[in-house]
């Protein structure tokens, strides 16, 4: 039988340098594997090397949201089926061994078994600029925290003459006081010592301030490009909507259902019922990022938007504590974000009544 008519399923172990492949035909067997380069030539040459050995009906990619996410490009543009794969599990492992190409193979064999079948994020397009910008706000977002709490320890331990001039005011007066100061003395005196430290970290607060308002001024308006109908939400802003978005991907159509979109985001209930109670408890996996834009918007429409509050009002004279409250907002808030997911608008579908 010539290699060109049988049907095999490659496996990819993704690292930084270089990718462990593996193929095997369609009743598993092993075929072969083999390492090639994470450059362009060298994915070329992987491809040749999977069609080498018959017709490719899918390959399993370790790692697509990180050093697989160039292959799966890659071999997506050349109209080869990716799969993302996750790693096996501790027990598998145990059982197994560990190696680069058991990896690969173990790709391979989780497609052909059907236990992989989720398709990666296209990461070619709009979405992923956004969440390219995203991760450089949040950084300054993480930075400027760090920066203010540092601010307020350096004047837990200052000096009194300089604690007691700075008492009691408000971040931003705080900054900007210190941001204008002019410390004069020996950097031997720790009150001298202490200033100069101030006046550096609010310096650095205000250019972080200015660095997350030119990230805000670029994400907003691509945000509102990639979908408009998204951020006319009530509760949803360009923060949270950006972060919908990335979590959704490029290619939300890769997400089957509704539910499948609110599992993703962990908003989807897990029963937690024994014996006569009968209950669901909430979602501690999935996307947390995406959870906590969600926990973010029904905070939001809780406090302003009359239909939840009245949703609110009603869960709470059932008897439904806040906890509880809030997992079924969430659930409800994950079904109207994927009815306008940019996918959804091309292909619309009647809301269904929430809260």
């Known amino acids: 039988m010539?290699?060109?008519?049988?049907?095999?399923?490659?496996?990819?172990?993704?690292?930084?340098?270089?990718?462990?492949a593996a193929v095997i035909d369609g009743i598993g067997r092993h075929l072969a594997t083999e390492q090639f380069q994470t450059t362009p030539d060298g994915y070329r040459r992987l491809l040749d090397w999977l069609r080498s050995h018959g017709d490719v009906l899918a390959v399993g990619v370790e790692g697509t949201g990180a050093y697989g996410a160039e292959i799966s490009r890659f071999l997506t543009a050349n109209s080869v089926t990716v799969v993302e794969v996750d790693r096996p599990d501790r027990k598998a492992r145990r059982d197994n061994g560990k190696s680069d190409p058991i990896d690969a193979y173990g790709a391979a064999t989780a497609v052909l078994s059907g236990r992989a079948s989720g398709t990666p994020k296209s990461r070619n397009g709009i979405v992923e600029a956004i969440r390219a910008l995203r991760v450089v706000r949040k950084s300054a977002v993480k930075a400027r925290t760090q920066t203010i709490n540092q601010i307020r320890n350096l004047l837990v331990t200052a000096p009194a003459g300089v604690r007691d001039r700075l008492r009691g005011l408000p971040a931003k007066e705080l900054v900007d006081t210190l941001a204008r100061s002019r410390p004069t003395g020996e950097l031997a005196d720790p009150a001298c010592a202490v200033r100069i430290a101030l006046r550096r970290l609010a310096r650095r607060y205000q250019a972080l301030c200015e660095e997350i308002k030119e990230a805000d001024r670029e994400i907003g308006p691509l945000v509102t490009q990639a979908a408009p109908r998204l951020v006319a939400l009530p509760g949803l802003g360009p923060e949270t909507a950006g972060q919908l978005l990335a979590s959704a991907g490029d290619n939300p159509d890769r997400l089957r259902s509704e539910a499948a979109f609110a599992h993703l985001c962990g908003a989807a209930p897990v029963p937690a019922s024994s014996g006569r109670t009968n209950r669901h408890r909430l979602n501690r996996g999935g996307d947390r990022a995406a959870n906590n834009a969600l926990h973010t918007i029904v905070l939001v429409r809780m406090k302003y938007d009359s239909?939840?509050?009245?949703?609110?009002?009603?869960?709470?004279?059932?008897?439904?504590?806040?906890?509880?409250?809030?997992?079924?907002?969430?659930?409800?808030?994950?079904?109207?974000?994927?009815?306008?997911l940019p996918h959804m608008i091309r292909n619309p579908e009647p809301l269904p009544q929430t809260a």
Request: net charge positive.
């Open 2 to 20: 010539a290699a060109q008519d049988i049907a095999v399923v490659g496996g990819i172990d993704t690292h930084a340098d270089f990718h462990q």
């Open 307 to 340: 239909r939840t509050q009245e949703y609110v009002a009603r869960r709470t004279a059932e008897g439904m504590v806040k906890r509880d409250i809030v997992r079924c907002l969430k659930r409800f808030v994950a079904r109207e974000v994927y009815r306008h």
